[in-house]
């Protein structure tokens, strides 16, 4: 079984837990930015604030905050804000990125 089809067969939060332990905080806030279909539960997270819209403007007016909003965020607020909202798939895509070595250390860990 190789790598990936190892990570397939682990349930979400067990995927999220492997993205905040392996991937830096620059990768984990781009993928909770490349969501935007979850812009809207993002700012009402974040900011109590109610986002009905989504189009391509809208999520290019409200980028900047949200970028610096997560930024801003200490480790232990990233931590459990990427294991709350962290989409699965684009955690696995980042996981196949890891070298062999880093790769076999998740592996033994899990």
């Known amino acids: 079984m190789n790598f990936r089809e190892i990570l397939e067969q682990l349930d979400d939060h067990i ?3 492997l993205g905040n ?3 830096i905080d620059f990768i984990r806030i781009d993928i909770l930015l490349e969501q935007q279909w979850d812009y809207p539960e993002f700012m009402e997270y974040l900011f109590d604030e109610e986002w ?7 999520c290019m007016l409200i980028y900047p905050k949200l970028r610096s909003k997560l930024e ?3 480790e232990d ?3 459990d ?3 709350v909202f962290a ?3 684009l955690v696995l895509r980042e996981l196949m990125y890891l070298d062999k070595e880093a790769r076999q250390n998740l592996l033994d860990n899990i």
């Open 81 to 83: 804000f990427f294991n």
């Open 72 to 74: 801003s965020f200490d």
């Open 77 to 79: 607020e990233l931590y």
């Open 87 to 89: 989409n699965r798939d």
């Open 21 to 23: 332990y392996e991937l």
């Open 52 to 58: 009905d819209e989504y189009d391509d403007l809208e």
């Open 15 to 17: 995927i999220a837990e």
